[in-house]
């Protein structure tokens, strides 16, 4: 799967940027890589005039363990890679149709939570009980969400392209032939939110978010990783509610 978001609304990290990059591509260059490297009957992209594109290629096994599933529900699309062990318990909890798959899920949580559910983004996402990376896009309101699973079963990277996009993959090759020194692993057990909110801990909610510097074997440097910082707090873990909804929480 592939996700690329334009700077001016995704607002990636700064610190993904390598100043060793040289060779980074346009999004459209890493589009056409990305597709070229399938059969175009077994692979698609879904492109929106703000600068968003989303492109999906099926796995090879339909009910292999690594899924892949791709779906849109009112304007918000979501990219979903691994498997839920509850997806039936969350199906019944958020009164879905029994044939709803795990992306069909994540958009009605996320629905959810952007229109003031009642609970925590964290605890919504520590639910999910599984290997899992996602990525939704909210087109109406022009958000990006994503999320990593905690138990390191799915990979997901991302990184900046040539014009400042954040390139979104789970396909490292393609990230790094598209932005060069400039990407780094999407951290385990974290969610990122291209409102206010931007890269937190859904597993330690209360601690902030360090870059962490990172060289290759050349000695270049490249993107930071990121990992919870255990010596800084947050003044309040972002909450759902009457005051405030998962498309503005507040991370400072």
Known sequence: ML????????NPPEELNSPASKKQKLPEETLNDFLSS???????????????????????????????LFCGV?????????????????????????????AVLVIEAYRTLRDRGPYPADQVMKDLDGSFACVVYDSKAGTVFVALGSDGGAKLYWGIAADGSVVISDDLEVIKAGCDKSFAPFPKGCMF?????????????MNKMKAMPRVDSEGAMCGA?????????????????SEANWTHWDSN
């Open 193 to 205: 939110h291209s409102g206010e909110g931007g890269l937190m801990s859904f597993e330690h909610p």
């Open 3 to 10: 996700a690329i978001f334009h700077k001016t609304f995704a």
């Open 38 to 68: 399938y059969s175009p009957t077994n692979s698609f992209s879904l492109s929106f005039r703000n600068g968003a594109v989303l492109a999906f290629v099926p796995p090879i096994a339909p009910f292999s363990p690594h899924q892949r």
């Open 225 to 241: 990783n990121f990992k919870v910082d255990v010596f800084s707090r947050v003044n309040s873990i972002p909450r759902t509610g």
């Open 74 to 102: 009112d304007d918000i699309y979501c990219l979903f890679l691994g498997s839920l062990n509850n997806l039936c318990s969350l199906i019944r909890q958020y009164g879905l149709s029994k044939c709803s798959n795990e």
